[in-house]
């Protein structure tokens, strides 16, 4: 590729579908959760540690159906932006990062998912490890066998 060739940017956003499917899925497990930890089932079999549990779950699933709710709003804009100049992810960072400083590219497939996996110079990928999130997120990808 040459640097004269005037190729267009590319922009990739949220699917809207998958978010409507996990926004579904975690509004049917919240109202799941919460019938059962409310009592609205009127079982006596239940125990008080599953009534905890439902009640964890429902915090959680209610958490992360929030979520969903609030990206499927937010979920205008792009996330991903490739350019010849570089790519940029807002989920990561509001900078570029050069394609000079990527030192591979790779295709990457779990459970009938695909994924590209970019290897980045060490001292611009010590950039994006700030947070604690990006370390555990990080240190998962690692020990699944995506270390880049």
């Not at 010849?84 to 497939?109: C, H, P």
């Not at 240190?139 to 699944?144: A, D, G, I, V």
Request: hydrophobic letters at 50%; charged letters at 20%; glycine letters at 8%.
């Amino acid at each position: 590729m040459s640097v004269g060739q005037n190729l267009p940017n590319i922009t990739i956003g949220y699917s809207r579908g998958r978010l409507l499917v996990f926004f579904g899925a975690g509004l049917l497990l919240t109202l799941l959760c919460a019938a059962l930890a409310f009592m609205w089932q009127q079982g006596k079999n239940i125990t008080t540690f599953e009534v905890a549990a439902c009640y964890v779950g429902a915090v959680f699933f209610g958490l992360a159906t929030f979520r969903m709710l609030w990206r499927l709003i937010s979920a205008r804009s792009p996330v991903v932006f490739i350019s010849r100049v570089g790519i940029r992810d807002l989920r990561l960072a509001d900078e570029t990062i050069a394609w000079s400083s990527v030192r591979k590219i790779q295709i990457w497939e779990q459970r009938l998912q695909k994924f590209v996996v970019l290897k980045l110079d060490p001292l611009v990928a010590g950039r994006f490890s700030g947070g604690f999130l990006r370390r555990a997120v990080s240190l998962m990808n690692k020990t699944l066998g995506a270390d880049r």
